[in-house]
């Protein structure tokens, strides 16, 4: 069973597209979850909810976490050091594994290549909350309590991705007949 939280958004979509390629056990974990392919199976819960999150990953070989929250700095705040505990805890009782979709704000300015080894060095409240978030996942991994891996990308462009900054800003400009920026 392949398990993606945060089910529906544009990651998760195309995750799921992707992985049937692999298996046809996958779980739609949100709290509206729709089936992407044929075969998924829906899963409601709240990932805020410690317990709802337990059996939604229950029987999970790989769980990941593609969850978006408002984008909104009091929510991140609050919300997902509560996500990510839920979803470690999960995934300990489970022995599942995680992979966590993060974006780059826990770096800050990077002069140079980013790499694994990157040291974290956040501009931002988000940036703040994105290296909490991530010291919290990768802690449990080197004490050996969790396999799991982060994998990050700086924005989110492509078909269908409506909130990235090159629909936003660039696509809708040229759409209008202006220069993009």
């Keep these: 069973m392949q398990t993606i939280l945060g089910a529906n958004g544009n990651i998760a979509t195309e995750l799921s597209k992707h992985l049937l390629q692999y298996t046809d056990k996958i779980r739609q974990v949100s709290r509206n979850p729709q089936a992407v392919n044929i075969t998924d ?18 029987g999970s070989e ?3 976490l593609v969850a978006g929250l408002k984008y909104d700095i009091k929510v991140w705040q609050r919300d997902w050091p509560v996500i990510m505990q839920n979803v470690i805890d999960a995934c300990k009782k489970h022995n599942s594994k995680l992979v966590f979709f993060d974006n780059v704000y826990c770096y800050g300015y990077v002069n140079g290549i ?55 800003t660039v696509t809708e400009k040229l759409k209008a007949g202006k220069t993009p920026q």
Excluded: C, W
């Design 41 to 58: 199976e829906t899963f409601s819960a709240d990932l805020l909810n410690h317990r709802q999150t337990e059996k939604a990953v229950a």
């Design 114 to 168: 980013m790499t694994e080894e990157t040291p974290y060095n956040p501009t931002s409240k988000k940036g703040e909350v994105r290296a909490k978030i991530a010291t919290q996942l990768l802690d449990e991994v080197k004490a050996k309590n969790l396999q799991a891996m982060i994998v990050r990308a700086a924005d989110f462009y492509g078909p269908n991705v409506l909130l990235s900054i090159v629909h936003s």
């Design 62 to 64: 790989v769980v990941y």
